[in-house]
């Protein structure tokens, strides 16, 4: 399989986890969001749409993280990223739009641009619409996670491949995840897993370009 | 079934739309967004993030649009939201994503105001950074919709469920669906059920308050 990706993209960070977290193999393109690759013709016939990740496996060419890993999860069940249990798997797919649909489209690299270009603001002020909308998006996570070790219980799975991007960003805007401590919590945990720590941003190879 | 949500809500009308296209009743309870109802402890005893929609069935409390639909399709699958292909599922969540995590985030109400009371933004502003983010998704749309009626085949399902809201808003904010073929072909078929029809925010008992 091939993943186009970026390495601080929060979207292609949740499909590294997903793909390691299934032991699957990959090999990584990297697409400079900086240079506007996503939007240059090479990329756009892989997503019209012109945004990261795509992953292509054979002839099929997948976007949409969430969609992406539906279908691993889909093709290759174990280990699973989302409970068996219906009303579980509702549970941790809501859990998961709190981040995916909530937090992060708000705050990403399009959106702050148009911010800066459009309504001319400043740098405090984009620091703190990202901090409003994360801030807004934990409280209520931190309502609704049980105090078992992942957010399904024993093992980490589709929200966690959520989580650790938007920690990620919410470190670069200089919050303290302390302040939230179940989701502190889960970080910790996420941690010490392989999985976790070979998708990190800083080990892509595209982190040092 | 107890569907909690607003009459213009975008996450509440899909949800509408997928309670009648399933044939379930449900009775419905509005929260009013301008009175910032859903922030309110009553509501937040159901959905601590303070958002719309929450569904109740007994003793169970779903949140997250995106999550309703999927828990519907799961516990009544007949008739389905989503293909029974794994590949073709992928497909239409990505489709769906598209709306649900890249147009109508950044669109919504609590984010317009914010707009509008901390960077000072101006009706006109408003309008545009709404039309900028619903058109570069619903070009993107373009060109991944087949010319099947809906987006899976034969039948409506999760991506119709997202679609005609988020026209709903485009037609708000002055957009002519006319020039999005795919979309505007979708619509009219739509246009013609009554799951579709019911679900109207006009239709609902909380638009005339």
Same mark, same amino acid.
């Given at each position: 399989m091939e993943l186009h990706g970026y390495f601080r993209s929060s979207a292609s960070y949740r499909v590294r986890i997903g793909l390691n977290l299934k032991g699957l193999e990959y090999d990584y393109y990297a697409v400079n969001l900086l240079k506007s690759e996503q939007k240059?013709?090479?990329?756009?016939?892989?997503?019209?749409?012109?945004?990261v990740p795509a992953l292509?496996?054979?002839?099929t060419v997948l976007t949409q993280s969430l969609?992406?890993?539906?279908?691993?999860?889909? &093709?290759?069940?174990?280990?699973?990223?989302?409970?068996?249990?219906?009303?579980?798997r509702a549970r941790i797919r809501a859990l998961s739009y709190t981040i995916a649909c909530d937090?992060?489209?708000?705050?990403?690299? &399009?959106?702050?641009?148009?911010?800066?270009?459009?309504?001319?603001?400043?740098d405090e002020q984009k620091t703190g619409w990202v901090r409003q909308w994360i801030h807004e998006g934990f409280s209520a996570l931190e309502q609704q996670l049980d105090p078992a070790p992942f957010a399904a219980g024993e093992e980490p799975g589709?929200?966690?491949?959520?989580?650790?991007?938007?920690?990620?960003?919410?470190?670069?805007?200089?919050?303290?995840?302390?302040?939230?401590?179940?989701?502190?919590?889960?970080a910790r945990a996420c941690a010490e897993i392989p999985a976790f720590i070979e998708a990190r941003p800083e080990n892509q190879p595209d982190s040092t370009l």
């Open positions: 240059g013709d090479t990329y756009r016939k892989l997503n019209p749409q012109g945004l292509v496996d054979g002839d969609a992406i890993l539906e279908w691993l999860d889909d &093709r290759h069940p174990e280990p699973a990223l989302l409970p068996r249990d219906s009303l579980q937090i992060q489209p708000v705050q990403n690299l &399009r959106i702050l641009k148009y911010l800066q270009s459009e309504f001319a603001v400043d589709l929200f966690e491949c959520c989580l650790i991007p938007q920690i990620y960003n919410a470190e670069r805007f200089g919050m303290d995840i302390a302040d939230y401590p179940a989701i502190h919590r889960i």
